[in-house]
């Protein structure tokens, strides 16, 4: 495993990449991506989940393009989405060439298996006379059979080679608007090949654990890969791959930027576990909380909680809070208790003060 203080470089002296209007690398703030679950073709399904995704504060958004039909049906996408699109690209360049004519804003492919080195300069050339970047997306399942063969399973250095053989292709016409992704389902391979990587080349890096998996399991198998790699100081643009709609992966995203200290512009939600001291239905009401704060861009804390023990505490230490007795709650806000309340209307009072809220 690499040290860390042989990284050169680090998140904000990587370059910087355009996707759209949105800026990747150098000392940018950390992106979130996500990706289309469904297919390519339906038009308004697909400009839907961006919408959601986009109001959980998604800021790139990834499509694949499995065919003609899709790659066509990119250029009404591209012309309604409110964020940047990306055509996610295998085995076809053509494909990748009709992604181009539809507009979009960057390309991924995988350099195990778009084929010859002619053909990705091909599908270079045309994104470079458009001032499209391009991911050279690299994942443990698909590397290049002759590096497979070569390590003999999928490692951290197979997969900085793969990445690095398509990076010499990219270079030799000139092309340098890239941006770099090595993934594997192993938190620690991605680690090591992230920081490897980090230690010989500038271009900026989108940070994943693929095929993570579903609910808790899934974002913890994210969390902790990309914990470790975002504390490491590297990492300029991060999807959590998760089996579930598009605005989750978002939500899990930013929750693990907030909770690093990287992006905080979310409500952050605190709430008491609950035990035998409590006297109301507490999950109840953290759940209609958050179903009412989960997509405001708001930098605040909000404590719901029970009872004398740590409930006052809490919910004055929070930006507003409740602590919940038997049928009633008290309100804080900005440390001070400010009403008290009826069970029935905890949760209104809450999320009224929480709108009012600067
Ligand atoms: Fe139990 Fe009170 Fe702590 Fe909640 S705040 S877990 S009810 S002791």
Known sequence: MVNR???KYSRDNTRIVNVGDVAIGGSNPI???????????????VLDQIERAHRAGCDIFRVSVPDMDSAKSLAEIVKNSPIPIVADIHFDYKLALASLESNVHKLRINPGNIGSAERVKIVANEAMSRDVPIRIGVNAGSLPKDI????????????????????????????ENIVISMKSSSPMMTLEANM??????DYPLHIGVTESGFGMQGIVASTVGMTMILSAGIGNTIRVSLTEPPENE???????????????????LISCPTCARCKV????????????VKDIKK??????????????GEAS??????????????????????????????????????GNLE
Do not use: H
């Open 5 to 7: 203080d042989e990284i």
């Open 31 to 45: 992106s979130v991506q996500s990706m289309a679950k469904i297919a390519t073709t339906d038009v308004t399904g």
């Open 148 to 175: 497979l063969r070569k390590y003999g399973k999928p490692c951290a250095d197979a997969l900085v080679e793969s990445a690095e053989r398509e990076i010499f292709i990219l270079r030799e016409i000139g092309f």
């Open 196 to 201: 490897k990587f980090s230690q010989k080349y």
């Open 250 to 268: 978002v939500r899990a995203a930013r929750e693990i930027l907030r909770f690093l200290d990287l992006r905080r512009y979310w409500v952050r």
């Open 281 to 292: 239905d507490l999950p109840d009401i953290a759940n209609r909380v958050w179903d009412g």
């Open 299 to 312: 930098d605040i804390e909000i404590a719901v909680m029970c009872c004398i023990v740590n409930g006052p």
């Open 317 to 354: 230490d929070a930006d507003i809070g409740v602590a919940c007795g038997k049928n009633v709650g008290l309100i804080f806000k900005n440390g001070k208790e400010i009403a008290k309340v009826n069970y029935n209307e905890i949760v209104s009072v809450l999320l009224d003060e929480i």
